[in-house]
């Protein structure tokens, strides 16, 4: 599982295979099952995790205790609340397999280890802040579209999610109830 992550890192820095090898030694392999949680709201948050296989979401529960999922991670995404992560306290937000997935975690003490090991690794993980910051401010965006244009926009930026997520938490990540959404999902396929 390791060649998923060490395959992602050499599209992104060059790094000679000896070397990335001992770096990727901190990392411990997670297989979770569909549906089950690796990071709970309210629990000290102590991974970051790597999607080798499968999809994750991050989600939390509003004042009406409904889950509100906020973003998603594929294969080749990293997933944490990443401010608790950094701060190594409580998260904010819970992590849940979307389906059966297999993770590679890692430490914030066993991060900060890397980075420093391992300086190459700076440049890789500000290219996956960098995307991840780009991602969170396109949706802060498209946010502001009607609904419709919304959906539109976002199936045809990530058509890999409509097959993958089931429509009530995709609903959920669109601001959408589950009932709107199937509306749209007809309108489109009509035309």
């Known amino acids: ?28 392999t997670i297989n979770l099952k569909k549906r089950q949680t690796v990071q709970e709201e309210g629990a000290l948050c102590s991974h ?8 994750l979401r991050l ?3 509003d004042e009406k205790g409904t889950e509100q999922t906020i973003q998603f991670a594929l294969e080749n995404w ?21 389906e059966k997935s297999s993770l590679l975690a890692i430490t914030k003490d066993d991060f900060d280890k890397l980075l420093l090991e391992y ?19 396109f949706r802060m ?6 609904k419709e244009a919304f ?3 976002f ?15 995709l609903a959920s990540f669109l601001g959408f109830t589950p009932e709107y959404l199937s509306e749209l999902r007809k309108k489109h396929l009509k035309k």
């Open 119 to 137: 300086p190459e690794l700076e440049k890789y993980f500000r290219h996956i802040y960098e995307r991840a910051y780009s991602a969170s401010l």
């Open 1 to 28: 599982m390791n060649d998923v992550l060490r395959t992602h890192i050499k599209k992104f820095i060059n790094i000679d295979d000896v070397t990335l090898q001992r770096a990727l030694t901190p990392f411990v």
């Open 155 to 169: 199936i045809e930026a990530y058509p890999e999610f409509i097959q993958r997520i089931p429509q009530k938490i």
């Open 59 to 61: 989600f939390y529960y």
């Open 78 to 98: 990293w997933m944490t609340d990443i401010d608790a992560f950094n701060k190594k306290s409580k998260s904010m937000y819970s992590i849940q397999a979307v």
């Open 48 to 55: 970051l995790y790597f999607v080798a296989e499968g999809c």
């Open 141 to 146: 965006k498209v946010f502001r579209l009607s």
């Open 151 to 153: 959906y539109h926009l």
